[in-house]
């Protein structure tokens, strides 16, 4: 359920662009994102650091955007939080006891996933592999492209990028976790 509130400024983006144009799309989707933290704080009492730090870089690119009427500012969002994710997952690596992706699975997943020191670093790093790539392509595509294939890429494109991503890592751990605890049971 989160997952489809936290799509519907996208949304209301492309719907927006589609009848309108882009200035209004930006405008929409800097309202819808504002209203989403709000509306998220008033039930849950907390916003994730990544909602809201898409919502800041929404509003901020956003608004230099449609000053300056430059909509190639508002266009760097998915890869400037693309890319701050991908820094953060590979510093994650020498900061802390564990690395981001083992400390974000072990609370949605209460422990369930049980893999190697190595295995969580592989997966830390495939993760950061894949937000600087989803960065670079939307940059290749907002250069390269026309606008209207921009605003498609990042509903469907990004989107499906990482639904591939996200199915190939999942067929990933099973097995890496399927082996851990292969290893785990012989041990005993």
Do not use: C, H
Request: aromatic residues 12%; glycine residues 6%.
């Amino acid at each position: 359920m989160q997952l489809l509130i936290d799509f519907l400024p996208i949304v209301a983006f492309v719907i927006a662009y589609w009848l309108t144009d882009i200035k209004t799309a930006i405008a929409v989707i800097m309202v819808a994102m504002s209203l989403q933290v709000a509306i998220t704080w008033v039930i849950k009492r907390t916003v994730s650091k990544m909602l809201l730090a898409s919502t800041v870089l929404v509003v901020v690119l956003g608004a230099i955007s449609l000053a300056i009427d430059n909509d190639l500012v508002f266009k760097w969002k998915p890869t400037v939080l693309n890319w701050a994710f991908g820094l953060a997952f590979l510093v994650s690596r020498y900061v802390g006891d564990k690395p981001i992706v083992q400390r974000l699975l072990d609370s949605v997943a209460n422990g369930e996933i049980s893999l190697l020191p190595q295995d969580w670093q592989r997966l830390n790093l495939m993760w950061t592999g894949f937000f600087l790539l989803s960065g670079a392509a939307n940059l290749f595509v907002a250069y390269n492209f026309s606008e209207g294939v921009w605003v498609n890429f990042k509903l469907f494109g990004l989107l499906g990028m990482t639904l591939v991503f996200v199915m190939l890592q999942a067929l990933w751990l099973t097995r890496r976790n399927q082996a851990t605890s292969t290893e785990g049971s012989a041990e005993n």
